[in-house]
């Protein structure tokens, strides 16, 4: 998981193949996941017939208009297929950098907290800590001082 996360950190591609076989997508994921495999299978036994096709017509020395409407057709419906495999892996890979994104700034997030734990402040504190610089003069004891003090000596 961290090396998919960091590959996507490094503007790398994501295979969503890998990730598929190890389990890391969600359910929407999973369900783009199966429809792309399964229009690549269709765009597999249309090529396959298509070669078959072909392969008779160099034997027989020509296609029937029966055979040349089926070229037609499944070329068609090929191009057809990998338009929709195109735009649903994009979708796939726009959700996958999404959802790794945000695991990405939760872990961030945690981290911070834990170091914050660790030195002991916060949240409250942390708040109080941001707004109680210079910015706030809701009393301050050493203004007066070095002149009452002067007028003392």
């Known amino acids: 998981e961290d090396a998919v996360e960091d590959a996507v950190a490094d503007g790398a591609n994501i295979d969503w193949r890998a990730m598929k076989a190890a389990g ?6 999973s369900k783009i996941a199966e429809t792309i ?10 090529g396959t017939e298509l070669e078959r096709i072909y392969a008779k017509e160099r034997q027989e020395g020509g296609l029937t208009e029966g055979q040349q409407a089926t ?9 057809k297929l990998r338009g929709e495999i195109e735009d ?29 734990r660790k ?10 800590l941001a707004g109680s610089d210079s910015e706030d003069d809701f009393y301050d004891r050493t203004a007066g001082t070095a002149g009452t003090s002067a007028a003392r000596k």
């Open 24 to 29: 890391k997508l969600n359910d929407k994921q």
């Open 37 to 46: 495999r399964q229009k690549e299978f269709k765009v597999k036994h249309l």
């Open 71 to 79: 070229v037609a057709r499944n070329e068609q419906a090929i191009d």
């Open 88 to 116: 649903a892996e994009e979708m796939l890979l726009d959700s996958l950098a999404d959802s790794l994104a945000s695991k990405a700034a939760d872990r961030a997030r945690k981290e911070e907290r834990a170091k914050r």
């Open 119 to 128: 030195r002991g402040v916060t949240d409250s504190d942390e708040e109080y």
